[in-house]
């Protein structure tokens, strides 16, 4: 029923704006539509993770796996396929609440309920850790964590970049340019 009701605002909110739209919202129009369905989608998330833990008899950390799979085939279709962005956004939008619920579920509910019985802080804490830990690993291979923690690689990518026609555009510290360079703005 839930589904169903997300479905039916997105066609009424293409049918009504001519597009769905959640980069950029601009109108009135766009941003009731933009509410009314976050709203819809978060409850029909937690209904869906809800009922794939306990009503299917998956339990929490199996309804997580069956979550966390489902948002890697949305980023595989956002990747390597046509799939509109709005039908992206949106599908990973649901999913990331019963994937949400469903992993805490598993980390601090009671073993005998199929948990971990981590507790919260703990458990909010080590999922804390791995999402620092996420958004390094992602700043770093973009180049931007670099900018704000330079390394001493740096020193050796200057030399490098600086025989390749950099000349000797230095800052006072000697890295402007590979900082530069990292970020793209060179």
Known sequence: MLFCGVMV???????????????????????????????????LGTALGDFVATTTGLGFD???????????????AHFFTNVPKSVVFW??????RPLGATLGDALTKPHANGGLELGRIVSSL?????MIVLIIVTFSRSGIF??????????????????QSFGNRLSSDGLEPIRGLLIGHV
């Open 62 to 76: 199996r309804g997580a796996l069956v979550f966390g799979w489902l948002l890697a085939l949305v980023a595989a």
């Open 146 to 163: 670099l900018f704000f923690f330079p390394s001493v690689d740096e020193r050796r990518l200057l030399k490098a970049h600086q025989s």
């Open 126 to 130: 080590a999922i804390a850790a791995v």
């Open 91 to 96: 599908a990973a939008y649901v999913l990331t």
């Open 9 to 43: 605002i997105l066609l009424v909110w293409r049918r009504v704006t001519g597009a769905i739209e959640f980069e950029n919202i601009t109108t009135k129009s766009n941003e009731v539509f933009y509410w009314v369905t976050i709203l819809v989608s978060n409850t």
